[in-house]
């Protein structure tokens, strides 16, 4: 089914036809259309028309109103002050509206047919070591912003670009060559869970950093061994590879926690350009966009420079021959434009790491990796602080796990839901599984509603609460509508566009009809925080109309019963389809 026209989109075009008519020469101006709180949309484009026409605002807007000849949809627009023009609409047209939308299975959100591929690279923790808070956010935002995409019509190529690859691996590497059992802990076949598989990793680590340390000849071996695992020794190079199989039992257990997908072939981390580095040194120097400098190669930009006012340069090839994190991520572009066709690269990334990819992403344009048709964005994000505004630490001061905080919101959360459960009628089974959605989303939900660019404080009462902007508060909103349907009887919902709305019905139908341009508008803008704040504002509304609008009891007529059972029945629609994007589970019963 073609996309829904908005309300906003359906008054634009007639006010757009009102200015033709009467104001020929002015036929291509914007009439500068939005909500407002005066009726239900204002129209103040006409202030800078006059100006530019030299003319009086208030005639002028009366000249376009008279000019829009009796519709079904335009029920009154009043001029006011300085030629704004405050527009309210049939309640007719509302309910058209939505029923058009409640008809389609996307809820009249537009599907972009002709979209490009966008890369996303997001969730991107290190081989042998365990996932902490930090990894949150660029796993949770990413994770929205693919669905999000997916949903308006992008092709979306999931990319984790796991720490895999560098120095610290010559060290693990020939530590078990050397201690070969100490990475065995079943019998052969059995299961080990991600935990085990990174307690492991994490013994070895500390075992082997312990003896590079404190001993030189060993020292020089693990060194001898990086040396190897570059140059793809087949011994140190299956060893390598036992390292990065256990870290993925712990990675995919720590995603499975978070409710969320991981494929093994989109794991495709900094070995996954090895091969690649040379020629990029070698296409970037040629090109002249690179240039030696103390032996090292270097790209140089006019506004970065040092304390000392020295430039400071993005090396891509060290003096000694090996290769940074630049190297890495211009090869990784250079695969995804070249190999992946894409035609935008997101990067949900730590805005600390903000100068790299800026000096990364103009190299790439300099050496025409990145174009017009081609562009990069870095989609970064602020640090998670505890409740007393500073990164957040465990007592001891140590980085929190991130399965430890994952655990913490569940038993949180399960306890919320057990209060509510006997009313409710849930089963054990049913409580430990809402348990788990409510905490996962709850975590999810309080990041995924600050703006991405904005540190957020990790306070876990807060986000278990079911007051406020919350996960909770949408969740038992949706399970609060799905409970009418169980005492309609043999009511159904049926749209009766020839009733006269109350204002909690015309309020909460608007914003129903907004859903199409949130969605476009946070996927252009890479913004899940904007659809988090309609979801929030739809499940306020609807508890106004809930609380003003008998469905149920006391019993309203039969049309509009069935009217405002098709007012709930969208809302829940609407709730399930955007918390879905947002990765958010949404229990029938809670």
Same mark, same amino acid.
């Given at each position: 089914?073609?996309?829904?026209?908005?309300?906003?989109?359906?008054?634009?075009?007639?006010?757009?036809?009102?200015?033709?008519? &009467?104001?020929?020469?002015?036929?291509?101006?914007?009439?500068?259309?939005?909500?407002?709180?005066?009726?239900?949309?204002?129209?103040?484009?006409?202030?800078?028309?006059?100006?530019?026409?030299?003319?009086?605002?208030?005639?002028?807007?009366?000249?376009?109103?008279?000019?829009?000849?009796?519709?079904?949809?335009?029920?009154?627009?009043?001029?006011?002050?300085?030629?704004?023009?405050?527009? *309210?609409?049939?309640?007719? &047209?509302?309910?058209?509206?939505?029923?058009?939308? &409640?008809?389609?299975? #996307?809820?009249?959100?537009?599907?972009?047919?002709?979209?490009?591929?966008?890369?996303?690279?997001?969730?991107?923790?290190?081989?042998?070591?365990?996932?902490?808070?930090?990894?949150?956010?660029?796993?949770?935002?990413?994770?929205?912003?693919?669905?999000?995409?997916?949903?308006?019509?992008?092709?979306?190529?999931?990319?984790?670009?796991?720490?895999?690859?560098?120095?610290?691996?010559?060290?693990?590497?020939?530590?078990?060559?050397?201690?070969?059992?100490?990475?065995?802990?079943?019998?052969?076949?059995?299961?080990?869970?991600?935990?085990?598989?990174?307690?492991?990793?994490?013994?070895?680590?500390?075992?082997? #950093?312990?003896?590079?340390?404190?001993?030189?000849?060993?020292?020089?071996?693990?060194?001898? #061994?990086?040396?190897?695992?570059?140059?793809?020794?087949?011994? *140190?190079?299956?060893?390598?590879?036992? @390292?990065?199989?256990?870290?993925?039992?712990?990675?995919?257990?720590? @995603?499975?926690?978070?409710?969320?997908?991981?494929?093994?072939?989109?794991?495709?981390?900094?070995?996954?350009?090895?091969?690649?580095?040379?020629?990029?040194?070698?296409?970037?120097?040629?090109?002249?966009?690179?240039?030696?400098?103390?032996?090292?190669?270097?790209?140089?930009?006019?506004?970065?420079?040092?304390?000392?006012?020295?430039?400071?340069?993005?090396?891509?090839?060290?003096?000694?021959?090996?290769?940074?994190?630049?190297?890495?991520?211009?090869?990784?572009?250079?695969?995804?434009?070249?190999?992946?066709?894409? *035609?935008?690269?997101?990067?949900?990334? $730590?805005?600390?790491?903000?100068?790299?990819?800026?000096?990364?992403?103009?190299?790439?344009?300099?050496?025409?990796?990145?174009? $017009?048709?081609?562009?990069?964005?870095?989609?970064?994000?602020?640090?998670?602080?505890?409740? $007393?505004?500073?990164?957040?630490?465990?007592?001891?001061?140590?980085?929190?796990?991130?399965?430890?905080?994952?655990?913490?919101?569940?038993?949180?959360?399960?306890?919320?839901?057990?209060?509510?459960?006997?009313?409710?009628?849930?089963?054990?089974?049913?409580?430990?599984?809402?348990?788990?959605?409510?905490?996962?989303?709850?975590?999810?939900?309080?990041?995924?509603?600050?703006?991405?660019?904005?540190?957020?404080?990790?306070?876990?009462?807060?986000?278990?609460?079911?007051?406020?902007?919350?996960?909770?508060?949408?969740?038992?909103?949706?399970?609060?509508?799905?409970?009418?349907?169980?005492?309609?009887?043999?009511? +159904?919902?049926?749209?009766?566009?020839?009733?006269?709305?109350?204002? +909690?019905?015309?309020?909460?139908?608007?914003?129903?009809?907004?859903?199409?341009?949130?969605?476009?508008?946070?996927?252009?803008?890479?913004?899940?925080?904007?659809?988090?704040?309609?979801?929030?504002?739809?499940?306020?509304?609807?508890? *106004?109309?809930? $609380?003003?609008?008998?469905?149920?009891?006391?019993?309203?007529?039969?049309?509009?019963?069935?009217?405002?059972?098709?007012?709930?029945?969208?809302?829940?629609?609407?709730?399930?389809?955007?918390?879905?994007?947002?990765?958010?589970?949404?229990?029938?019963?809670?």
């Amino acid at each position: 089914m073609a996309s829904v026209p908005s309300l906003a989109s359906t008054v634009q075009q007639r006010l757009a036809d009102g200015l033709s008519a &009467a104001l020929p020469e002015a036929a291509s101006a914007d009439p500068l259309l939005r909500r407002s709180d005066r009726a239900d949309f204002q129209a103040n484009g006409i202030l800078a028309l006059a100006k530019q026409l030299k003319g009086n605002p208030r005639e002028l807007a009366t000249k376009v109103v008279d000019a829009i000849p009796a519709n079904d949809v335009l029920k009154e627009i009043e001029v006011s002050g300085p030629g704004f023009l405050n527009i *309210t609409v049939t309640d007719a &047209a509302i309910i058209d509206t939505l029923a058009a939308r &409640a008809a389609d299975a #996307r809820l009249g959100v537009p599907f972009n047919e002709s979209a490009g591929t966008t890369v996303i690279d997001y969730a991107q923790p290190n081989v042998a070591k365990e996932m902490h808070v930090g990894h949150l956010r660029s796993a949770v935002i990413g994770a929205a912003m693919v669905e999000i995409l997916e949903f308006t019509g992008e092709t979306v190529v999931r990319r984790h670009h796991i720490g895999d690859w560098g120095t610290q691996f010559g060290m693990l590497i020939q530590y078990l060559i050397e201690h070969p059992h100490e990475l065995d802990h079943k019998a052969e076949g059995d299961d080990v869970s991600g935990e085990e598989a990174m307690s492991n990793l994490n013994r070895l680590y500390k075992a082997s #950093r312990t003896l590079f340390d404190s001993d030189e000849e060993f020292k020089t071996r693990a060194r001898a #061994r990086v040396v190897d695992l570059q140059a793809g020794d087949p011994e *140190t190079l299956a060893m390598w590879q036992r @390292f990065v199989d256990e870290s993925k039992i712990y990675f995919y257990s720590v @995603f499975e926690k978070l409710d969320m997908d991981i494929n093994d072939p989109d794991i495709v981390g900094e070995s996954g350009y090895n091969d690649m580095l040379h020629e990029t040194c070698r296409l970037l120097e040629e090109s002249g966009v690179a240039v030696r400098s103390e032996g090292a190669l270097c790209v140089f930009f006019d506004d970065v420079k040092g304390p000392d006012g020295n430039p400071t340069p993005l090396i891509v090839q060290k003096s000694d021959g090996g290769f940074g994190y630049a190297a890495t991520d211009l090869s990784a572009i250079r695969d995804r434009v070249g190999n992946l066709k894409a *035609t935008s690269l997101v990067y949900v990334v $730590d805005a600390r790491q903000s100068l790299h990819f800026k000096m990364v992403f103009e190299t790439a344009r300099r050496a025409g990796w990145l174009n $017009d048709d081609v562009k990069a964005v870095q989609l970064a994000f602020g640090t998670v602080l505890g409740k $007393d505004g500073k990164p957040f630490k465990t007592r001891e001061g140590e980085t929190v796990r991130l399965v430890d905080l994952l655990d913490e919101a569940v038993d949180r959360a399960t306890a919320v839901v057990r209060e509510k459960a006997e009313k409710v009628g849930l089963s054990e089974s049913e409580i430990v599984e809402n348990g788990r959605y409510v905490g996962i989303g709850a975590v999810k939900y309080a990041d995924l509603s600050t703006s991405a660019a904005r540190d957020y404080k990790f306070d876990l009462d807060q986000m278990v609460s079911l007051n406020g902007d919350t996960s909770v508060y949408l969740q038992y909103a949706y399970a609060r509508i799905r409970s009418i349907f169980g005492k309609a009887g043999d009511r +159904a919902p049926l749209a009766h566009p020839e009733l006269e709305l109350a204002p +909690a019905e015309r309020a909460l139908g608007l914003h129903l009809d907004q859903f199409g341009e949130v969605i476009s508008e946070t996927a252009a803008e890479h913004a899940p925080h904007k659809l988090a704040a309609y979801l929030y504002q739809l499940a306020s509304l609807y508890t *106004t109309f809930y $609380d003003q609008c008998p469905v149920i009891k006391p019993e309203p007529a039969q049309e509009v019963a069935e009217n405002r059972l098709f007012l709930c029945d969208l809302t829940a629609r609407t709730l399930h389809q955007g918390m879905a994007l947002l990765g958010i589970r949404t229990p029938e019963r809670l």
